[in-house]
């Protein structure tokens, strides 16, 4: 079994690598926030976990969207359709411009109502000024993501995560000087953080572009026929990204929701809640990023027609999965305190979040599974089901289960967690099934992109 799979670990672990450094350096900006606003009053911290929350709650729908654009690459340059890939690059920003006026409206109404989710009034405010400047940056942040999509989807990983990494050391400065007030700048708090991340997103995607159109290594892939029907390219892109970006909204808003409800208990549990989603989130990445690159090697093996590869590199991707977030689990349950003690001082915050890590250890395996899951299976196009998956997962079990223990059985801020975490398990049990069934049975039939 290992002399079977090793080949696919080794490609998968080739395209994952880079994408996971860059998935990992757009989360740390998140938690570079965190960590520096949780030097401030609890507060201000409460106060970012309400804004992150709601921000990536409607902005995950640009960014699981586009997700769809680096298995279609794939696929045309399996297929040595190169032509398409330079499509494909075109309509991705065509898409991240159109996502970013819809998510950017839908955003300025709820920070304008941010009353609907009752939290204290000074939680709301320092939530509203934070939300409007992350707000203004969701052009940039979704422009680089089609360009990431499109260079991941030719195996071109690494230009992306280099910048990613620059662009969070700029964001950490940044943050140094808005936050605390350096080099004669006023001291702005979390307003502040909100500035440095919008910069820093700006920075990442004017980098990546001029990159990807000056760099000879991608000039196979931007002669475009503009004779083709480029707008059924862009409509594809919808089909088969907006379910994608679907899965990823149903399970975030199920994360930003449980926000909400701990946000009813008090300020100091958002805080916690907030510590504690963080780190989670940083071995999140690590499953986005061999999810991306399964999504790659099945999307390619589609269009090369290989059966075979496209079965095995599914499963490969799956079990290295599986590894990374056992590994992960074992961290965090083994540093728990320590890696708290980062982020905030406060007494009461820190015994809550340290509790909540040790939960977090535990779905860290069902997290890291269902995330690949849902990568593979876009690889070959099924999106519909496994958005049904995550809609039952998350929403019929997992937010009401934690309702339940929250605020009826009075298990307070870990009854959520717990039912989050039998969430998690139940979707990736259900993901890795389908995939293994619908992979089985794939119709190997390659036809040219509406020509």
């Known amino acids: 079994m290992y002399q079977r799979y090793l080949p696919y670990f080794k490609q998968i672990t080739i395209l994952s690598l880079p994408i996971i450094v860059g998935q990992l350096g757009i989360v740390l900006m998140g938690v570079a926030d965190v960590i520096m606003i949780g030097k401030l009053e609890a507060v201000q911290l409460a106060a970012a976990s309400l804004a ?56 300025f109404v709820i920070t304008q109502n941010l009353h609907w989710f009752k939290q204290t009034p000074a939680v709301t405010q320092l939530a509203k000024n934070y939300l409007h400047l992350l707000n203004i940056g969701t052009l940039p942040m979704l422009l680089f993501v089609a360009l990431k999509q499109y260079s991941d989807g030719l195996g071109i990983t690494k230009p992306s995560a280099i910048i990613t990494i620059i662009a969070l050391l700029i964001n950490v400065f940044l943050n140094w000087v808005f936050i605390y007030g350096h080099w004669g700048a006023k001291p702005l708090g979390l307003v502040g953080a909100g500035i440095a991340t919008t910069l820093a997103r700006i920075i990442m995607a004017v980098s990546l572009f001029v990159y990807v159109k000056t760099q000879a290594i991608y000039k196979p892939y931007l002669e475009l026929n503009k004779q083709e029907n480029n707008a059924m390219y862009l409509k594809q892109i919808f089909k088969i990204g907006i379910p994608s970006g679907l899965q990823y909204f149903f399970e975030v808003g199920a994360f930003a929701f449980a926000a909400i409800m701990i946000g009813w208990i008090n300020e100091f549990a958002l805080a916690a809640h907030q510590v504690a989603i963080n780190i ?12 991306a690159g399964g999504s790659i090697a099945v999307g390619e093996a589609l269009g090369r027609k290989n059966k075979k590869d496209i079965i095995d590199a599914g ?10 977030m056992t590994f992960c689990a074992l961290f965090l349950a083994s540093f728990a305190p320590q890696i708290v003690a980062l982020y905030t001082t406060d007494e009461q915050v820190v015994k809550m979040a340290i509790y909540l890590l040790y939960i977090a250890a535990f779905f860290q395996l069902s997290d890291g599974i269902q995330c690949v899951g849902l990568g593979i299976l876009r690889g070959i ?50 993901l890795s099934k389908r995939f293994l069934k619908e992979s089985a049975k794939i119709n190997l039939s390659y036809q040219p992109q509406f020509n």
Do not use: H
């Open 52 to 107: 992150n929350a709601i921000y990536f709650f409607i902005a995950i729908l640009g960014i699981g969207t586009l997700s769809a654009v680096s298995p279609l690459v794939a696929k045309s340059k399996g297929a040595a359709k190169l032509k398409e890939c330079a499509i494909w690059l075109k309509q991705a920003i065509l898409a991240s411009v159109l996502l970013s006026l819809f998510i950017g409206i839908v955003l």
């Open 280 to 291: 989670a989130s940083i071995s999140y990445m690590i499953a986005t990023g061999i999810s």
């Open 315 to 324: 499963r490969s991707a799956l079990i290295l999965g599986a590894f990374f």
């Open 381 to 430: 196009g099924d999106t519909k089901i496994p958005t049904l998956i995550t809609v039952f997962a998350y929403w019929v079990i997992g937010i009401p289960l934690g309702y339940l223990l929250c605020f009826k059985l009075n298990q307070s801020l870990y009854g959520v967690w717990m039912a989050l975490l039998i969430g998690l398990t139940l979707s990736a049990w259900l």
